[in-house]
C-alpha cells in the first residue's frame, strides 16, 4: 500500500509494504538523490524486500531447477516488482521521462545515479566555492559563522567529499578578521591539536572580550570630552583691564561735568 503526503518543502511517500512496516521516503525532487536513495533502501531492507536491489536477476528457471532455486527465484521476483514499483511512486512525474526502460530495480537504480552524478557534481563545485569564499565580517556571530562552514562540511560529505575538521579549523582561523590575531597566535604557539567545539568556545570568548574592549574604550572616550549644558549662558569672566578702562571713563566724565 502506498500513500503521498506533502509538506511545506518537501513531498513524502508512506510504503507499507506486506503489512510488515511502514517507510517513509521523500520524493525525488532532482536534488535530494542521495537522501531519497538512503531512505527508499532503508524502507525495502526493513521489510526485506531490497533483495533485487542488492542482487542481479537469477538465472531463468528449468525443469532441472530444485525447490530451493525456485523459492529464491519467486522471492528475487517479488522483490524486484515491489522495488520498482516503490521507487516509480516516490520520484516526481517530470523525472520519469528520459529513464531506460528497464526491467529490474537495480539497473533503474543505476540509471538514476548516473543521471544525478553530473548533478551532484555541480553542486559540489559550487558548494566548495562557497565555503572556501567565506570570510567572517563581525556580523552574525562568530558561532553561527563556524557552524554554517560545519553545515557545508555536511553536505559535502554527503555528495562523497569528505573534508577533515583540521581542514574547516585552519580555514576558519585565516577567515577570521585581524582584530582575533591573539586567537591565531594562540593556535600556532599552542602544541595541540583542536576540536571543532574547541574552536567555537574559543572564538566565542575571544568575541565576546573584544566586544567589551571596545564598549569600554568608547565609555572613556565618551566621558573624557568636555560637557556643556545646553540653554545656560556662561557668566563673563573679570578682567583687571577692562576695570581699569572703566574707571578711566568714569572719573574722565566726572571732571568735564565739574568744570
Not at 533483495?51 to 528457471?61: K, N, T, Y
Request: aromatic fraction near 8%; charged fraction near 25%.
Amino acid at each position: 500500500m502506498f500513500g503521498c503526503q506533502s509538506g511545506s518543502f518537501t513531498v513524502t511517500v508512506t510504503l507499507a509494504l506486506n503489512n510488515a512496516g511502514v517507510g517513509v521516503v521523500e520524493v525525488l525532487n532532482g536534488s535530494n538523490y542521495n537522501k531519497w536513495k538512503d531512505e527508499l533502501l532503508y524502507a525495502l531492507g526493513f521489510v526485506n524486500l531490497d533483495l533485487a536491489l542488492r542482487v542481479d536477476r537469477p538465472a531463468p528457471l528449468t525443469e532441472a531447477s530444485t525447490p530451493m532455486e525456485m523459492e529464491y527465484f519467486s522471492k528475487w521476483e517479488h522483490s524486484n516488482y515491489m522495488s520498482l514499483l516503490a521507487m516509480r511512486r516516490s520520484i516526481s512525474e517530470h523525472l520519469l521521462s528520459g529513464l531506460p526502460e528497464t526491467t529490474t530495480a537495480r539497473e533503474l537504480l543505476t540509471a538514476l545515479g548516473e543521471r544525478y552524478l553530473v548533478l551532484d557534481m555541480a553542486e559540489s563545485s559550487v558548494l566548495l566555492k562557497k565555503l572556501t569564499s567565506m570570510y567572517y565580517d563581525n556580523v552574525g556571530g562568530v558561532r553561527d559563522y563556524i557552524l554554517k562552514m560545519i553545515s557545508l562540511q555536511s553536505k559535502l560529505k554527503s555528495l562523497e567529499i569528505p573534508l577533515p575538521d583540521k581542514f574547516i579549523i585552519l580555514h576558519a582561523l585565516n577567515s577570521l578578521p585581524p582584530n582575533f590575531s591573539q586567537i591565531k597566535t594562540a593556535f600556532i604557539s599552542q602544541n595541540e591539536s583542536w576540536t571543532v567545539n574547541d574552536l567555537i568556545s574559543k572564538c566565542v570568548v575571544e568575541e565576546e572580550k573584544l566586544k567589551r574592549e571596545k564598549t569600554e574604550s568608547a565609555f572613556l572616550v565618551s566621558s573624557s570630552r568636555p560637557s556643556f549644558v545646553k540653554g545656560k549662558k556662561h557668566s563673563k569672566r573679570f578682567h583687571p583691564s577692562a576695570s581699569k578702562n572703566k574707571g578711566f571713563k568714569r572719573h574722565g566724565h566726572d571732571q568735564n561735568e565739574g568744570s
